[in-house]
């Protein structure tokens, strides 16, 4: 079983619409999660992190899980600019820097 | 800011040959890592330095890859001999604290492709 798992997509949504992306996480250990952006060809970027009581920033809203080890992105009101790969990522200890990159779901906004 | 700067940017060898792929962090940084994406796989940690020391290398594949960090500002990841397999997006980042405390920054990476 992977240690971040994510459905790869891609979704096909129209501008304006409401998408939300999953992720489970295998380790129940794991201390810090973030979503990250990845635009076609280019390097990750961090998009947010992701807290217990769940976080937003403007037309994103990022939950967590732990019971379930589950974590979700949503994302309303799409724009075509949201056209990109969404990778959750976790944060095993503190006491390292190694983060477990999920394959990534990919998003295409249609105008 | 300069961000992370990687070079070269696209390398194409034969198999067998010597690749040396560049990094120099965001100034200031105080850890570094190499990390490699490919559609197989996804993205992962092969090593990273904390003050230009290797903490963890368990992600490296082979005793055919190896990293150095001679001084604060450059990094280097070396495959000899490469193999058709080692084609990848080689990316390198930085951050000025372990992840948790700061965020890592991405350098726009390397494409190596083996023939």
């Known amino acids: 079983r992977k240690e971040v798992e994510q459905d790869p997509g891609p979704f096909n949504v129209p501008e304006g619409a409401t998408v939300a992306f999953n992720c489970t996480y295998s380790?129940?250990?794991?201390?810090?999660f973030f979503w990250y952006r990845q635009d076609c060809r280019k390097e990750p970027k961090l998009l947010m992190s992701?807290?217990?009581s769940g976080n937003e920033d403007g037309r994103f809203t990022a939950q967590l899980n732990r019971a379930s080890q589950y974590i979700s992105l949503l994302i309303r009101d799409s724009k075509l600019s949201d056209s990109a790969t969404y990778l959750c990522?976790?944060?095993?200890?503190?006491?390292?820097?190694?983060?477990?990159f999920g394959q990534g779901t990919t998003l295409q906004v249609k105008p | 800011d300069a961000g992370v700067i990687q070079s070269p940017r696209h390398e194409v060898t034969e198999m067998g040959q010597e690749v040396t792929l560049r990094c120099k962090p965001i100034?200031?940084?105080?850890?570094l890592f190499w990390y490699r994406q490919t559609m197989m796989r996804g993205l992962e940690l092969l090593i990273y330095?904390?003050?230009?020391?290797?903490?963890?290398d368990s992600g490296m594949p082979e005793d055919r890859f190896s990293a150095k960090m001679p001084n604060a500002s450059f990094s280097t990841l070396k495959i000899q001999p490469s193999e058709p397999r080692d084609s990848a997006v080689y990316f390198c980042?930085?951050?000025?604290?372990?992840?948790?405390?700061?965020?890592?920054?991405f350098g726009p990476g390397t494409r190596l492709t083996v023939l």
């Open positions: 980042a930085s951050s000025l604290g372990l992840v948790g405390e700061d965020t890592q920054y």
């Open positions: 990522v976790v944060l095993l200890s503190s006491n390292t820097g190694k983060l477990i």
């Open positions: 380790n129940s250990a794991s201390q810090s």
């Open positions: 100034s200031g940084h105080d850890y």
């Open positions: 992701v807290y217990s």
């Open positions: 330095f904390n003050n230009n020391v290797p903490i963890d």
